[in-house]
């Protein structure tokens, strides 16, 4: 189990910092499958850098299995190699001048000698590769000679070489071609079930996040803004945001799509520090925004950052649902 508890990430210094993550409080379930979704900037990315030990939170607490991932400033795993992460861009991600073997076997220095040795074995590399769609005779090229997909699977057998329990996807398709991503996407959900994997899946796109994940969490400007089972929040979202962000799914509204949208921004924002952080864009704002609303469970499993619990239902009604 992952545990975010008031975490905040700040970048700068003075009048210029910048609030990447404003207070997140999340639990990513054992053996789930957890998407985080939201627009370019919004944070996402950011709070998945400070679980694998890139950033370093401003403030709060990250607890793994029970134990704080950082201490005194310093990222420490519970076990080297137990949290994993598959980036966005395969190619930018591996080494050019190392071959496909030394790529895989690199994570495995940091696990002690003995299990080096025994992670390593060839026809245990050779099962690995064999299992994310590569052959023996590509341990022995370098990455410029694969296709993006194949550089993906490579990324992913990586990922996979020090027996992780956790993985971190950050848009791990994205840079894919369609075709391409409905095969990765389908790996990487036949791993999690052969391998017991929980996994944290960081997208913009929200068919993905249907697809692939059980739970989800919806980010704007750094904040959470709804948390819940995947199936609540596509049928029915309690955030404007989250409408607004379904509502460009013809699949999931048809009959709505261009009716909710962004409202005009306000000549005089609001103030930021306590107002709603949506209310410039809502089309729903009334004078209660002007403070910002806690997150907080609107039904069993579901939470939502919003003043109006009837803005869940704009949406139901214009579908006829």
């Not at 003043?307 to 869940?312: A, G, I, R």
Request: include cysteine.
């Amino acid at each position: 189990m992952i545990l975010f508890n008031g975490v905040e990430k700040r970048f700068g210094e003075g009048a210029k910092i910048v609030q990447a993550v404003r207070q997140a409080n999340l639990t990513i379930r054992e053996g789930e499958a957890f998407g985080l979704v939201g627009e370019s900037g919004s944070g996402k990315s950011t709070l998945g850098k400070m679980l694998i030990g890139l950033e370093q939170p401003s403030e709060g607490t990250i607890h793994y299995l029970g134990n704080s991932l950082w201490k005194k400033g310093k990222f420490k795993s519970p076990r080297p190699g137990e949290i994993q992460t598959v980036f966005q861009d395969p190619q930018s991600s591996l080494n050019p001048r190392m071959t496909v073997r030394d790529i895989i076997l690199e994570p495995l220095f940091a696990l002690s000698a003995a299990e080096r040795k025994e992670k390593s074995a060839p026809d245990r590399l050779l099962r690995l590769i064999q299992r994310v769609g590569l052959k023996e005779e590509h341990l022995s090229r370098y990455p410029h000679e694969f296709s993006g997909g194949q550089r993906q699977r490579i990324a992913i057998a990586r990922a996979l070489i020090t027996d992780p329990s956790f993985l971190v996807l950050d848009e791990p398709t994205s840079a894919l071609d369609v075709s391409v991503q409905a095969q990765v996407l389908n790996l990487l959900k036949e791993l999690k079930r052969e391998r017991n994997l929980t996994y944290l899946f960081i997208s913009h796109n929200m068919s993905v996040i249907r697809y692939m994940c059980d739970r989800m969490a919806v980010m704007y400007k750094g904040m959470l803004v709804e948390i819940g089972p995947s199936a609540t929040l596509f049928t029915n979202p309690g955030h404007p945001y989250t409408q607004i962000l379904l509502s460009s799914l013809p699949s999931v509204y048809e009959e709505t799509r261009g009716e909710i949208g962004f409202a005009d921004p306000l000549v005089n924002t609001a103030d930021t520090d306590t107002a709603c952080i949506f209310y410039d864009k809502c089309p729903y704002r009334e004078n209660q925004c002007l403070k910002a609303p806690a997150l907080v469970e609107w039904e069993p499993d579901h939470h939502c950052a919003c003043h109006f619990k009837e803005v869940k239902t704009h949406v139901s009604r214009r579908t006829g649902s």
